[in-house]
């Protein structure tokens, strides 16, 4: 059975317990890094990860984005939006479709 969990500064997805996700604190970016290939291991389909940690594992998380599982999804933590996960929803637009439709400067 495939489960669902999220990395993040403990601030940032500690309220995500409530809800059901295995939560999974990371205070440095080696330690991230490590948890993430953990998880993709454990048979994790999805792994939400702070933008801010995303951004420090940046070629780690680029491993998995050509794979079926683990989806990785990186969203805001407590600090606000890096503006990663639109970045990745543009990126993928843009290959399925061939060119960007979302964020046409007119």
Do not use: H, W
């Not at 990126?91 to 046409?104: M, S």
């Amino acid at each position: 059975m495939y489960k669902v969990g999220i990395i993040g500064d403990k601030d940032s997805i500690l309220g995500f317990k409530a809800v059901g996700l295995q939560v999974f604190p990371a205070g440095s970016a080696p330690e991230a890094e490590k948890l993430l290939e953990r998880l993709a291991e454990e048979n994790y389909a999805v792994i939400y990860i702070t933008e801010q940690i995303a951004k420090d594992i940046a070629p780690a998380v680029e491993n998995y984005n050509n794979r079926r599982f683990p989806a990785i999804i990186p969203i805001p933590g407590n600090q606000g939006s890096l503006g990663l996960g639109m970045q990745n929803v543009k990126k993928a637009v843009e290959r399925a479709v061939g060119a960007d439709i979302l964020f046409r400067d007119e």
